[in-house]
């Protein structure tokens, strides 16, 4: 019997310079270039298992095996790596989510990237950088470009599949955090991939927004660099809005808005008005993420909690890039 296994973790990312959009949809390659903050508190952990006792590939997720069309997904996705690799075994995959799938979380970022990563020490593909690595995880989801590393972290649109990668900008180790209120964590009724295909295609705003994101992302870089949060802040959240104005010009339009995510919008202008540094983003989805000093998440969340007395909050700082596993859990 041939196995060969390998095990990672890979953290969720947050765009606060959002991707909304394919140049070519088979390789990922967007319309613009993104910036995110990898997220410590959301992660993946994926086993993969390389064995010639395999006659098909296999995925199991938080102990479910998948339907076929899962396992097809995430066999086109080990091919990249078979190819590689010069092999033709079959796999199996076993991935634990802490992080709500399809609900706007990134859940997809942190999947792949771990995967990618996984599949890189199973089949002892050391010649692969954590660059290169980045260009492989795109092919599973875009954003999990952006999750191999920790941080700032942009995803630089490239030209072409080789290019088409993640570069780290920032430790994040200066006093940022975030806190996501999980309006709505069921999966949502416009995938992103679909939601982006509509808007590119139909929406008249869509050139605005490559034009606009483009000014974005060289600003937010440079309040990064001068850890100034306000700025920070400012930019994200004109930048998101920018996004889902493309989606409402969309036609037919659509939104990703609930009731309960305008009301968030309001409590953060609210919660900044009265002093605190606060600034939403949110992403394909409902849930609204609020970016704040990380000494100030407890007092952001007290704030939010008193007005959505329901509400699951996740406080997080920022996160680390892919973990080996030395143990299996």
Not at 5 to 28: E, P
Not at 95 to 112: E, K, M
Not at 241 to 259: I, K, L, N
């Amino acid at each position: 019997m041939t196995e060969f296994q390998g095990a990672y973790r890979a953290h969720t990312n947050i765009a606060l310079i959002k991707y909304w959009g394919k140049a070519d949809a088979d390789l990922f390659i967007p319309t613009t270039s993104s910036l995110s903050l990898t997220l410590n508190a959301l992660y993946t952990d994926t086993r993969v298992t390389f064995s010639s006792d395999f006659e098909t590939d296999s995925f199991v997720l938080n102990g479910e095996e998948k339907a076929a069309d899962d396992v097809a997904k995430i066999s086109r996705f080990l091919d990249l790596f078979r190819k590689e690799a010069s092999i033709d075994l079959k796999a199996r995959v076993e991935s634990i989510n802490y992080v709500p799938t399809a609900a706007g979380l990134a859940s997809s970022s942190s999947a792949f990237s771990a995967l990618a990563a996984a599949c890189r020490q199973a089949l002892q593909l050391d010649h692969i950088t954590d660059q290169e690595l980045s260009t492989f995880a795109r092919q599973g989801s875009g954003s999990a470009t952006r999750s191999i590393f920790g941080g700032f972290v942009e995803w630089q649109k490239g030209t072409k599949s080789e290019n088409s990668m993640a570069v780290k900008i920032d430790d994040a180790t200066w006093d940022i955090g975030m806190v996501i209120m999980t309006i709505n964590t069921k999966e949502k009724r416009v995938s992103s991939r679909k939601g982006m295909a509509h808007t590119l295609k139909t929406s008249h705003f869509y050139p605005e927004w490559v034009r606009q994101n483009k000014i974005d992302l060289a600003r937010i870089k440079e309040a990064i660099e001068a850890q100034n949060i306000t700025l920070l802040g400012e930019i994200a959240e004109a930048n998101a809005m920018r996004m889902h104005a493309t989606t409402m010009a969309a036609d037919p339009s659509f939104t990703y808005f609930e009731p309960a995510t305008i009301k968030a919008i309001q409590a953060v202008q609210d919660l900044r008005a009265s002093g605190v540094p606060a600034y939403y983003t949110i992403d394909a989805g409902p849930n609204v993420k609020v970016l704040c000093r990380a000494s100030q998440m407890n007092q952001v969340e007290a704030f939010l909690a008193n007005q959505f007395e329901a509400m699951e909050f996740i406080k997080t700082t920022p996160g680390p890039g892919i973990q080996q596993l030395d143990r299996w859990e």
